[in-house]
RNA sequence: GCCGAAGUGGUGGAACUGGUAGACACGCAGGACUUAAAAUCCUGUGAGCCGAAACGCUCGUAUGGGUUCGAUUCCCAUCUUCGGUACCA
């Protein structure tokens, strides 16, 4: 624990000074924590735990901006609360340490990632120890470290010795699939494996060679090689991601870029699709988010549909294609099927006459990202094959045409067309003249678009005619199975996720390759003692020249000299995937975190960060989490009961305006801009104050203007437009937290940010304003010590009951905000609280000894040095307890109604606070403002809502 | 395109479950103190109308409709901005 009680910080009234020394206090108070580790959380189980977690950084070149610390700082601040109200917090930071950036810069530069990540991180590190966070430092972690990235590795493991058994909803170890297979083949078998799995007998397995059996198994693990969609740049020889992709081109060098499929390592999530989704109803996170899970997931129930494919050319060719569909019901009016470009019979069923045409078609398709085809809604293309397929239903030959609406790695790659009941089917339809057959009587204008009705009865519909929904769908899919031409079927849109990135600034994969019987390669982990399986160095962060990732260049990197390793690394979300787990033990060289911590921290109570998450980190994060805890390594279903999204802080930038066609350049105040034709330039914001520009400033900050810029001003100012983007170098709008630690101190930061605006809201950083926090706490100094002398002005007198109810109806609406994480009113209501005291005069050590300890979350040194001032041990106000509400002093003997008029309010009254409505009524009608308004006519009714509002109805 | 979110004074925002729209700040204006400035303190500040003033009236929470005694809050439609869209993290 924290030595709350250490002297060595003797407190001398004498020296203080008039002025709120912030730098000093703040330098101070940042020493003693560190000294005294005053945060340092450990297993107590004396105490309730409470583990508050901020999303860890990715440590970037640029450092910190002001829009990092946002959710820091209000994590900080529940951790502080919660350390008043008596929790062991668990409270840590740490990086995210491998990315692409790093790699980037790697390439350019030649310096190994390792060295500038470092760099990085000791910048983010200082940069943060500024401002005061309450955070273990002892736990800190970061993922590009081997001793971190061994247990990213052996989670990997795990995962590859597991497979999916639906029986018991949960993964297990692989050798109890195997003890399946020896007892009953896959009879009884109920895994999630590969598609192509084909059941099979005892006998049939124990024919197989040990090596067939292997390369059986690896269809059912939980990570297992795929192949999967890549953008591919060949004039680079590499992969991309597709933030690095552009219209179609590579943004470094303008190359082409092609969808192309590539083996891969893939996580098998979809087999926890209904775990994820169920168990989004048992934590406390936004709907919206949830909501966002839920549809990235995409659980849809419907029926599966085998369509024969009409003359089939020869018996190898295969015969079927199956589509799913949410909407069997309509199968009667499909008039086409569409396949992806990508589809595996596309060779296939292109007839000699149109092979010209779907060539071509491919082609296009290839270069096209799988965002570009579903975002394109407008224009309508697509390629006949020359091929038709037979429903099953009707009979009836319909064409087969390839489009790119259709994804190939989503679901079938195929689909039913019916235009009457889906417009894309309609526009398609119509832009290539195929018949759209209404199919229910109560859909309506299917001549100008689709109706997706599901209402009225069917027609042109075989065996359902005169059925409605429910019934018809019933009575198809029981068809379909009983003819074994399909099935009732639930689908997710969520797919496996890729787990291989051609990268070099990654967790390396514990896998090598042996060759099998046949030569060709077969993956195997490598022994857990020889976890972790390190990056071994490169001579440049490139491909290699035959088009093999980074890791192709290791020279001399074999396992146990011999195999080939793994050359592809993992995804970013690998090591973010567990991290909480790893803070709670962070020093652990045996486990990932040792038993004993993982049952005492169990989950994390607060988690804040980003709502772009939502889909990739907090989805598989779940995900990894639900299979810890199959295997029984954690307890936890969900990892992060409770969740907020902060929003992010973006950038206010500022334009000066120049003048088009001037020979000296010439700038123009932004009021002025009007009558002249110019062009808007960005301009630093750390030399504009107030939006008006620091004209000499801006001179000698910029070499493109020339000797002797000339300026337009307007009242002798030169006035600067404004503009909210993001925050970013190029824009000019960086603000520094450093910058403003330095002018404000770190308190009046951490106040001013939570200030803003709600934490889960967007809104710009304005420095402006910043002067009304720090006025704030010199406000706050002011009740402490006399401004003209700096004596310290704090009275042992008895607080009046006027006091005792300003402070209380403090406490009471803070312990409210703080509830709903309503961080910014939290400090208007603090803003009242000082204001009134100081109206007041009030300086008693009652009153004010309870005002630092609310004040302490929020703004810590400021609290810890007023703390002290009051006579209390030094640093003690982290673990002070938080004053307790009596609402006593609350209470008001009568309330002030307004008294509304058909909905707008007119005048006042007072009532008793227990007054009946009856007696309300009677006052409200005999005022002479209310008389005034009835005009002498009875009003028709009269709303008495106790203690808000009273309503006159006329 | 699809999924999710946001839109309130000159600015950031407040109004918690439908009950006085604009709390608290910034900015601006005026005043006190000062040789002066800074700091501090006081007053005013959504738009408009009437008026000497007090009082009062009308409009007003992106836009257009609706529900309700009463709507920033609930419902429908539209517009704009932002996040995600499976290899940015």
């Known amino acids: 624990m924290s030595s709350l009680h250490s002297s060595i910080h003797s407190f001398n009234i004498k020296k203080m000074s008039a002025e709120y020394k912030f730098s000093s206090i703040e330098k101070k108070w940042q020493k003693f924590w560190e000294e005294n580790q005053t945060f340092k959380a450990e297993v107590n189980h004396a105490k309730p735990k409470y583990y508050v977690l901020d999303m860890f950084p990715y440590p970037s070149g640029a450092g910190l901006h002001v829009g990092h610390p946002l959710g820091y700082i209000a994590s900080d601040i529940v951790a502080r609360y919660k350390r008043l109200r008596g929790f062991n917090v668990l409270h840590p930071m740490g990086f995210d340490s491998f990315g692409l950036p790093a790699e980037q810069y790697a390439i350019q530069t030649g310096q190994h990632p390792a060295l500038t990540t470092e760099q990085n991180i000791t910048r983010y590190i200082e940069q943060l120890k500024n401002i005061g966070f309450s955070f273990d430092w002892s736990k800190e972690v970061r993922t590009s470290n081997p001793d971190y990235y061994k247990w990213t590795q052996w989670i990997f493991m795990q995962l590859f010795n597991s497979w999916y058994n639906k029986d018991t909803d949960k993964a297990e170890n692989i050798s109890t699939l195997t003890a399946k297979f020896e007892a009953n083949g896959t009879n009884g078998v109920n895994a999630v494996c590969d598609e192509d799995c084909i059941p099979f007998s005892v006998e049939e397995w124990n024919a197989k060679s040990e090596e067939d059996q292997y390369k059986l198994l690896l269809k059912y693990r939980l990570t297992f090689l795929d192949y999967s969609v890549v953008n591919w740049c060949p004039a680079l020889g590499t992969v991309l991601a597709n933030d690095e992709v552009k219209d179609g081109v590579s943004e470094r060098g303008g190359y082409p870029v092609e969808q192309k499929k590539m083996r891969q390592w893939s996580m098998r999530i979809t087999a926890y699709a209904d775990r994820l989704l169920n168990g989004l109803d048992e934590i406390d996170w936004a709907e919206s988010l949830k909501e966002q899970q839920r549809n990235w997931i995409g659980r849809s129930q419907g029926a599966s549909v085998r369509f024969k494919i009409a003359d089939v050319k020869s018996t190898d060719d295969t015969s079927e294609i199956e589509v799913f569909t949410t909407r069997v019901d309509t199968i009667y009016g499909v008039s086409f099927m569409v396949i992806a470009p990508e589809h595996e019979l596309v060779e296939q069923l292109t007839t000699p006459e149109q092979k010209e045409t779907v060539d071509a078609y491919v082609k296009w398709a290839k270069s096209r990202s799988e965002l570009d085809r579903m975002s394109e809604v407008k224009t309508v293309s697509g390629a006949f094959t020359g091929s038709y397929v037979i429903n099953p239903l009707n009979e009836e030959k319909v064409p087969i045409f390839l489009a790119d609406y259709v994804l190939a790695g989503y679901g079938t790659g195929a689909v039913m067309g019916v235009p009457s009941g889906d417009q894309r089917d309609w526009n398609f339809a119509t832009h290539f003249n195929l018949p759209i057959v209404p199919i229910l009587d109560a859909q309506a204008d299917i001549e100008k678009q689709a109706d997706n009705t599901k209402e009225g009865k069917y027609i042109n519909s075989g065996i359902i005619n005169g059925m409605t929904y429910k019934k018809a769908t019933e009575t198809l899919i029981n068809w379909l199975e009983e003819k074994s031409v399909g099935k009732g079927k639930v689908q997710y849109r969520i797919r496996n996720a890729v787990f291989s990135r051609q990268r070099y600034w990654g967790e390396p994969v514990p896998v090598y390759f042996k060759p099998d019987s046949n030569g060709e390669p077969l993956p195997y982990l490598i022994n857990e003692s020889d976890l972790p399986l390190e990056l071994p160095a490169i001579d440049k962060y490139l491909p290699t020249e035959t088009g093999e990732p980074p890791l192709g260049r290791a020279e001399n990197w074999k396992y146990q000299d011999q195999y080939e390793y793994e050359l592809s690394t993992m995804p970013g979300w690998a090591g973010s995937s567990w991290y909480w787990y790893r803070y709670m033990d962070a020093k ?103 939006d008006i520009l620091d004209v000499e400033a801006f001179k000698s900050s910029r070499n493109d203007i020339g000797e002797n810029p000339e300026f337009i001003l307007e009242n002798g100012k030169y006035v600067c437009g404004a503009e909210v983007e993001k925050m970013s170098k190029s824009k000019f709008n960086v603000v520094n937290p450093d910058t403003i630690v330095e002018k404000y101190g770190a308190d009046t930061l951490r106040l001013y940010e939570m200030f803003l605006g709600p934490l889960e809201q967007f809104k710009p950083w304005n420095t402006n304003g910043i002067s009304g926090s720090h006025n704030f706490l010199r406000k706050v100094w002011r009740l402490f010590f006399d401004d003209q002398n700096g004596n310290f002005k704090v009275k042992d007198e008895q607080p009046t009951p006027e006091e005792l109810k300003v402070l209380h109806s403090t406490i009471r609406k803070m312990e409210e905000e703080l509830e709903r994480y309503s961080f910014n009113t939290v400090v208007s209501t603090l803003m009242i609280c000082v204001n009134e005291l100081s109206a007041l005069k009030c300086h008693k ?45 609350l209470v008001e003997a009568s309330f002030d109604y307004p008294i509304s008029i058909n909905g707008k309010v007119r005048t006042n009254l007072s009532f008793a606070a227990d007054a009946p409505p009856s007696d309300i009524e009677a006052g409200v009608l005999a005022n002479e403002v209310v008389q005034k308004w009835l005009e002498g006519k009875t009003p028709k009714k009269i709303i008495v809502v106790p203690k808000r509002i009273v309503n006159v109805v006329l």
């Open 588 to 690: 652990n060289e045996q486990e990932f975190a040792s038993k004993e911590a993982v049952d005492y921290w169990k989950a994390i109570d607060l988690y804040i960060g980003g709502s772009e998450h939502a889909t990739g980190h907090l989805l598989y994060s779940r995900f990894w989490n639900k299979f810890l805890k199959d295997l029984g390594y954690v307890q936890e279903e969900e990892f992060a009961k409770k969740l907020i999204n902060q929003g992010m802080i973006q950038g206010r930038s500022n334009f000066v305006y120049r003048l088009k066609n001037a020979d000296t350049p010439t700038f123009v105040s932004y009021n002025l801009r009007k009558d002249y034709e110019v062009v808007a330039l960005h301009v630093d914001v750390n030399i504009v104050d107030n």
């Open 845 to 889: 050590k009652a009153i004010l000894q309870d005002l630092v300890i609310l004040l302490s979350p929020y703004t810590p040194h400021f609290a810890e040095e007023l703390w002290e001032a009051l006579g209390n041990a030094a640093g003690s106000v982290s673990f002070a307890a938080f004053p307790v509400f009596n609402s006593a002093y």
